[in-house]
């Protein structure tokens, strides 16, 4: 298997730490607000990664945090009036819904930064005591970076250019640090934000510290793969990469990975430019299997542009798969029990052969568009193939290589039972019911419920109105 490493910029044969396991860390996100769907990216793209791994028969701890203090939650708190555990705990309440929406699994751990400031506290004093951090006038740690010799290996960055760049970004109180690059470990509180007791003032971390740390406390001094965005190569993951060695002295990661930006009219999406969907608004259009297809027929290393046509596009490769096992769901039921014909066998064995273009194309450094593409041959074959007068092992062989495959992509192909007009004006019913008995956790869940299932509601001056999408 190869991955392409954005240290060496060179795709590198996997050679796991631990033999049959694997370390692994993805940079999760800021929780202030829905996530976007291309935050979605990263998830699906490294979901995937994981279940191949999986599926090639590695033991996957895969580890994803949750940054749960930062300006723009504690700025979102202030707006509401509540405190910044409410926004965040909400958001991250809502992106654990999108994910399963989207069938990413869950990490084996999410850990939220604020659960773990002692290990930052003490990955900073240790810092501090082998000369790698040091503090400003007005409390402010600061990371010495000119002291990391290896500063800039992974973003392939020079230090004295990155000065002079550097210079022109000098805020206020950061003309106390010793070199316009270091950056900053732990800062002193401001009135009215949440901070905590150190050893140098009340206040709180920088952002990086927290990944160094959870990645050490939950996988060990070195992992195996350390993935996100490509926005996060520079500062984030090289600022990780300085905090981590320097305070171990061990190798940090061994592959770090990072997928290219979703983009919207050729501009990255983001929040603060403004031109973002959210993965409910999409939720609402598209059943959110498309999605996950759309982005996984890109290669994660390739900028993808969202656009309906794409996505329509996207909406006839998934239906295609899914037809075919319609099909095959449909001959199943009246299929034969008996044994597989010779024939039968002979082109049942053929099914290894899509499996193996299958896992060429992803052990080239997880090439889904060329996994999709096998996928395709081989519902080609099965559409060939399955007859009314196929046995019925041989109409599930056919139909479990299918699906097993689409499994490893986090597709699921089954078609959704349909819900009949009676049931939906029911759940209708007991939405309303609990919305007037104030229960709006049980009114949101039905309305997600009937969303899953395909159906959109709409309030309306006149009532509720459904739809099928
Ligand atoms: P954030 O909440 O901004 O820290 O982002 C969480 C994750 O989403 C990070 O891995 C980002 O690199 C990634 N990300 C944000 N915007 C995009 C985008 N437009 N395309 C792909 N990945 C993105
Ligand atoms: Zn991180």
């Not at 919305?435 to 956790?441: E, H």
Request: glycine share 8%.
């Amino acid at each position: 298997m190869k991955i392409y490493n954005t240290l060496s910029k060179k795709k590198e044969e996997f050679i796991p730490i631990e033999e049959g396991k694997v370390r692994m860390y993805v940079c999760g996100p800021t929780v202030y607000n829905l996530i976007h769907i291309g935050n979605a990216r990263p998830m699906i793209v490294f979901d995937t990664v994981r279940r191949y791994m999986e599926h090639k028969g590695y033991a996957v701890n895969y580890v994803s945090n949750f940054t749960d203090v930062d300006d723009k939650i504690i700025k979102k708190a202030v707006e509401e009036g509540v405190e910044a555990s409410v926004i965040s705990t909400r958001y991250i309440a809502e992106c654990k819904k999108d994910m399963e929406a989207l069938n990413v699994k869950p990490a084996t751990m999410h850990p939220l930064a604020t659960n773990e400031i002692g290990g930052m506290l003490d990955m900073i004093r240790t810092l501090m005591e082998k000369g790698y951090a040091y503090q400003a006038e007005d409390g402010t740690v600061y990371f010495r970076t000119r002291n990391f010799r290896e500063y800039g290996k992974l973003s392939h960055k020079n230090l004295d250019d990155l000065q002079g760049g550097n210079r022109s970004l000098l805020v206020s109180g950061e003309n106390q640090k010793e070199d316009a690059l270091d950056f900053v470990l732990w800062k002193p509180k401001k009135e009215g934000e949440p901070y905590w007791e150190s050893p140098w003032c009340e206040g709180r971390p920088g952002w990086h510290i927290e990944c160094s740390v959870m990645s050490k406390r939950y996988l060990g001094d070195e992992i195996d793969i350390h993935a996100g965005g490509e926005d996060l190569v520079f500062p984030h993951h090289e600022n990780e990469i300085a905090q981590s060695e320097a305070a171990n002295g061990k190798t940090f990661a061994k592959y770090w990975m990072h997928n290219a930006f979703l983009n919207i009219d050729h501009k990255k999406m983001s929040k603060s430019a403004g031109n973002f969907f959210t993965v409910r608004d999409i939720a609402g259009k598209y059943d959110l299997q498309i999605l996950r297809f759309f982005m996984l027929s890109a290669h994660y290393r390739s900028p993808l542009n969202f656009s309906s046509e794409l996505m329509e596009a996207a909406g006839n490769g998934y239906g295609r798969i899914l037809n075919s096992v319609d099909n095959l769901n449909f001959l199943l039921q009246n299929a034969s029990g008996r044994e597989m014909t010779e024939e039968e066998k002979n082109l049942a064995k053929e099914l290894d052969g899509f499996t193996a273009k299958f896992d060429e194309a992803m052990d080239d450094d997880f090439n889904t568009a060329d996994a999709i593409a096998a996928i395709f041959e081989l519902v080609k074959f099965a559409n060939t193939h399955a007859k009314e007068s196929s046995s019925a092992p041989f109409l599930g062989a056919l139909k479990g290589r299918i699906v097993e495959l689409s499994d490893i992509c986090g597709l699921k192909v089954e078609k959704k039972e349909e819900l009949l007009d009676g049931d939906i004006e029911e759940l209708i019913a007991q939405r309303q019911a609990a919305r007037k008995a104030k229960d709006f956790a049980r009114a949101d869940e039905i309305r997600e419920e009937l969303l899953n299932k395909g159906i959109l509601l709409e309030d309306t001056r006149e009532g509720v109105k459904w739809k099928r999408v």
